[in-house]
């Protein structure tokens, strides 16, 4: 059987990945800070590459895709400050996650260890490329990424200066490799790289996710969509969540943690969809008939503005009859991403957190939390919306696995 | 669009799961007494419906099988003692995995919580169906069963027992369901119930393994093989070595922890080889040519003995130069599963325990050690060689999922 070239190079990852797993937590370190120097020290490189995958793809790419994939002084220092970000996080690898001695004397402990070879699928953003590659090697990894093409010049130009940092510092510059050939053609193989890769992580939209599932022998993890809802329950400070309703949806419309729809309750809803209207003056809305009577500016929402992570500022609305009913709505519409009561009242809050399904639900508070960052884990490789092994933002652990470690004297079973 | 006949029956085991995901610690505990009782109460009803099965099935079973799927009365005991054991072991469901507050005043919580619906594919042993159903009720979640069709009238029976006792406890039977149209061709579309089943686990062989890699859609666990060696170090005691390997593969040859294959430094090989062949007198062995000229009744291994898993009274043997040639052998052969390694010398223990890649490592004890019972798991639903969500003896813990709770007091983002 003769080996395809994406297989020959997947093997060398392989390999890398041994090494990199027993590397020490100070070379793995020293790695993230070299290539942060690097990448601000050779940004011309950059540039220069970048300019030929804009120049090259001019015709196809809409205005916000050349924004995505375009990089600047600005942004090559903020990759390199996000590796430097990473450095200074603490080791994953090597945690005891739990332990304890058995009745006949063994010691019996679970060790937080490397996945192995982390493959990273993604779309436009020459970032990701520098990001993913920093997580991966930080958590002990090797990273085998397949980028877009339109990305491709770019992508090739920030490996470079990766995999010469790798080797500066006496890492297998295979460690980081990056897919030569990014063809459509290509993206069902690398899915199907069972044995070399441990586990794949998509970084994109619906199609994306959809070839995943089609194509994917190796086991992932998906970053899935958010269409986010925040409740105001009848006992909800209505000041309060008018700011918190205007945070979710207003600051930053484009992101998946960004509340899409609004559900009221009835008994305040006459008193504060009017204060929404007045104050979400630059969002559109789309409501339910009451909401439509309330605030004649919305237009009638369709069972699919229900369904749909706008991304944009447009706001659903729909006016329950109870925390019951608002549940319900939540349980037929949510992607299990996030989801937000507003409430001064105990039980409905407590009976909201222990009843809603998702991976993250949030007691008067902006839906915009939920992020990695934000919530201490330092850097974060993606929001899971699945419920195995990664569920909600996931940093540097949720890129490691664990080992069983037994240590006896001689004990045999009986 | 049509509903399938299976897909309707995964509506109602879907909407089950809610009810018990919110049911208290003490009603699932009672519905696993009142099903244990309930199980030795009617006996005679599973008994008659198991001779059924055999009768029907007679033709086509080997001895093996026919084993495999016969109950007794004391096998129903044992069921029902499964049960019991299950009921008196601490809930998973509501442990704080862990938590913080953030300088913004934010309290976040990751809290443990039910999977939903759990999908087993076993074979023919009706004592799975027990098991699976009460492991899985007691960490909250529904479980949709398919077992083989040689074993349906089994299943069936029993299933009706769990039904009645879950009703008994007020909760929803279909929470225990067993797909009713056990032929080969529903066993696709089961693997493909996106959307109602959470997760899937096979219980099976390499041919199930194959069919879930290509059909399923619904994230699943591997139970895989377990190809474990043990490596008899230089510095070994080899009196307590002789003791393990003993125990390692002879105790229970069939199970998916004994040893398959031993690893003998060279410098002990002469001396501990020829015990080995008079303590493992009714083992056959098959070695490499140095073991073959140490021990003569040894016959000759071929490549395919080492990526073997015998599940029998054989073992295969191989002198290698020193730890860097053992660890290559198993990283070579090993399934993941378990390897172990002895020695009296710390940095060949520690070396090994770092470098090797397996759900578990084991120091100076018997690779049958690593099962859920034996490491203090309480109950085990299978023992997984996948590295994402669960690696190793698998517990309750590892049938359920995480849940993000952030306690605010009207933050939002700036």
Known sequence: MSTSPLESQARLVKAASREVSTASSATRDAFLRVAADQLEAQS???LEANAGDLHDHAASLTSAAADRLRLTAERISSMAEGLRKIAALPDPVGEIV???????????????????????????RPNVTSDAAGLCIKAGNAVFLRGSSTAQRSNVAIVAVLQ???????????????????????AAEFMGLRGYLDCLIPRGGPSLIASM???ATVPYILDGD????TYVDRAADLEQALDIIE?????????????????????VAAQFLPAVDTRLA???????????SLVPRASAATTDDWATEFSDLILAIRVVTDLDEAMEHIRQYSTGHTEAILTEDLAAASTFCRT????????????????????????EIGISTQKLHARGPMGLRELTTAKWILRGEGQVRT
């Open 44 to 46: 011309d490189k950059l």
């Open 98 to 124: 739990d332990g304890w001695r058995r009745p006949n004397g063994i010691e019996v402990s679970r060790v937080r260890v490397p996945l192995g070879v982390i493959g990273i699928v993604y779309e436009n």
């Open 164 to 186: 010469a940092s790798l080797e500066t510092v006496g890492l297998p510059r295979d460690a980081v490799s990056l897919v030569e050939d990014s063809s459509h053609e290509t």
């Open 213 to 215: 599932r089609a194509h």
């Open 226 to 229: 958010g269409n986010c809802h």
């Open 247 to 267: 945070n979710a949806k207003v600051q930053r419309p484009g992101v998946c943690n960004a509340t899409e729809t609004l559900l009221v309750h009835r008994g």
């Open 282 to 292: 630059s969002v559109e809305l789309r409501g339910c008939p009451e909401t439509v």
């Open 356 to 379: 809603v399904d998702a991976a993250a639900v949030v007691v008067n508070a902006s839906t915009r939390f939920v992020d990695g960052e934000e919530l201490g884990l330092g850097a």
